[in-house]
């Protein structure tokens, strides 16, 4: 177990780097280009694929308690185990996977600030060489944490009740249905494009500063989000197209921001642009 303090939700490069020896932590990759991990990455990091660790092989949802506590016992993570979490895209979906520790009880987990951005941009090294990792067994997940999830019926109410803030954290050309997934990735998902009726679009990336990838202060943070209104007095909820990004705005509000009752829709706009007769502002 490292000496961090149970409150601190972030580390640093520097700190990752002056700890790699320890033994006190395990780090993870998670990476929306699942091929990241095998061109290079931080010596002693393993790697969670979100596709096929993080979700359902069957029916669109994450895994469930059973197949998490499975994956932590594969990697090696105990109850007591502090993980750090990091990837590219500015942690789209380390966010993602600290969202999952939290909702199946995990405390004791950090993101790096920067992810692989702000390593590389250090000019820190890369390796090839994989960890040879011995399982464990055990793990036990402690429930799940459904105050921090949002499904679309509780999302339908919300909105009807016109009660709180829904954020929608993509890009503004998604937001107004001009695509239907960022401008990068296949346009495939929902079968029409626009946003939730009463949602503000605040995209993920103005959390970041756009040349490390590391969050902006809390003061920026406050900045941001409170200009349009989203304060820790109201309940929030964050969505996106898949669940990831909004995740990563989860991560800004709930951890770094401490507010009080923030919850991720991770059906998102792939779900909720499919629906029928779901209503659908433009």
């Given at each position: 177990?490292?000496?961090?303090?149970?409150?601190?939700?972030?580390?640093?490069?520097?700190?990752?780097?002056?700890?790699?020896?320890?033994?006190?932590?395990v780090l993870v990759e998670v990476?929306?280009?699942?091929?990241?991990?095998?061109?290079?990455?931080?010596?002693?990091?393993?790697?969670?694929?979100?596709?096929?660790?993080?979700?359902?092989?069957?029916?669109?949802?994450?895994?469930?308690?059973?197949?998490?506590?499975?994956?932590?016992?594969?990697?090696?993570?105990?109850?007591?185990?502090?993980?750090?979490?990091?990837?590219?895209?500015?942690?789209?979906?380390?966010?993602?996977?600290?969202?999952?520790?939290?909702?199946?009880?995990?405390?004791?987990?950090?993101?790096?600030?920067?992810?692989?951005?702000?390593?590389?941009?250090?000019?820190?090294?890369?390796?090839?060489?994989?960890?040879?990792?011995?399982?464990?067994?055990?793990?036990?997940?402690?429930?799940?944490?459904?105050?921090?999830?949002?499904?679309?019926?509780?999302?339908?109410?919300?909105?009807?009740?016109?009660?709180?803030?829904?954020?929608?954290?993509?890009?503004?050309?998604?937001?107004?249905?001009?695509?239907?997934?960022?401008?990068?990735?296949?346009?495939?998902?929902?079968?029409?494009?626009?946003?939730?009726?009463?949602?503000?679009?605040?995209?993920?990336?103005?959390?970041?500063?756009?040349?490390?990838?590391?969050?902006?202060?809390?003061?920026?943070?406050?900045?941001?989000?409170?200009?349009?209104?989203?304060?820790?007095?109201?309940?929030v909820i964050a969505y996106c197209?898949?669940?990831?990004?909004?995740?990563?705005?989860?991560?800004?509000?709930?951890?770094?921001?401490?507010?009080?009752?923030?919850?991720?829709?991770?059906?998102?706009?792939?779900?909720?642009?499919?629906?029928?007769?779901?209503?659908?502002?433009?």
């Amino acid at each position: 177990m490292s000496q961090l303090a149970s409150s601190t939700p972030l580390v640093t490069t520097n700190w990752v780097a002056e700890n790699l020896e320890s033994g006190d932590f395990v780090l993870v990759e998670v990476d929306e280009d699942s091929d990241a991990y095998a061109t290079g990455h931080i010596a002693g990091s393993i790697a969670f694929n979100w596709r096929t660790d993080l979700q359902d092989p069957v029916k669109r949802d994450f895994i469930g308690p059973e197949a998490f506590a499975d994956l932590l016992d594969r990697s090696a993570i105990g109850q007591d185990t502090t993980v750090v979490l990091y990837g590219g895209n500015n942690n789209w979906f380390a966010a993602y996977a600290y969202w999952y520790f939290r909702y199946y009880g995990h405390s004791d987990v950090r993101l790096m600030d920067g992810g692989r951005k702000k390593w590389e941009l250090e000019n820190r090294p890369f390796t090839t060489e994989v960890p040879d990792v011995k399982a464990t067994k055990g793990y036990k997940t402690v429930g799940s944490d459904d105050s921090i999830r949002a499904l679309r019926d509780e999302v339908r109410d919300f909105i009807d009740a016109k009660r709180g803030n829904l954020v929608d954290v993509r890009s503004p050309e998604e937001y107004r249905g001009e695509l239907l997934a960022p401008a990068h990735l296949p346009q495939e998902a929902a079968q029409r494009g626009g946003h939730i009726p009463g949602a503000a679009n605040i995209p993920w990336s103005k959390s970041v500063d756009p040349e490390t990838g590391a969050f902006l202060s809390t003061e920026q943070l406050r900045d941001l989000y409170g200009g349009q209104g989203v304060t820790p007095d109201k309940e929030v909820i964050a969505y996106c197209r898949i669940g990831e990004r909004s995740a990563h705005t989860w991560f800004v509000l709930h951890e770094l921001l401490e507010f009080p009752n923030v919850r991720n829709y991770d059906g998102s706009w792939t779900e909720w642009g499919s629906l029928v007769g779901a209503p659908i502002e433009r």
